[in-house]
């Protein structure tokens, strides 16, 4: 008896301390990477909506950002930040080649 009333003493503490410990602070990177990965989406829907790059560039930066954003979450590193702005530079420099194009 002694032992269960210890055990659910123990397990009482262990959820209120999860309880209030919260969700761990984000660090600047992380940070970094969420709003790289927010403004990648929104490049692409803008894309998809004037129909600025090919459907399979298109898709091949989705996979790859949705890589990123699963690699960013276990260990975010400057390589992970490198990669987004590469792709995004992709995207802008064919929309701008594409505007250019007009000229």
């Known amino acids: 008896m002694r032992r269960a009333a210890v055990l659910a003493c123990v397990c009482a503490l262990y959820a209120a301390h999860e309880a209030t410990a919260g969700p761990q602070p984000v660090t600047r990177q992380a940070r970094a990477c969420l709003a790289w990965d927010k403004e990648i989406h929104r490049m692409l829907g803008w894309s998809e909506l004037y129909d600025l790059h090919s459907a399979g560039l298109r898709d091949g930066i989705r996979a790859e950002t ?30 701008a080649d594409e505007f250019e194009s007009f000229d």
């Open 66 to 95: 949705d890589r990123l954003r699963d690699k960013c979450v276990r260990d975010i590193s400057m390589a992970s930040l490198n990669r987004y702005v590469m792709l995004m530079k992709m995207l802008y420099d064919d929309e």
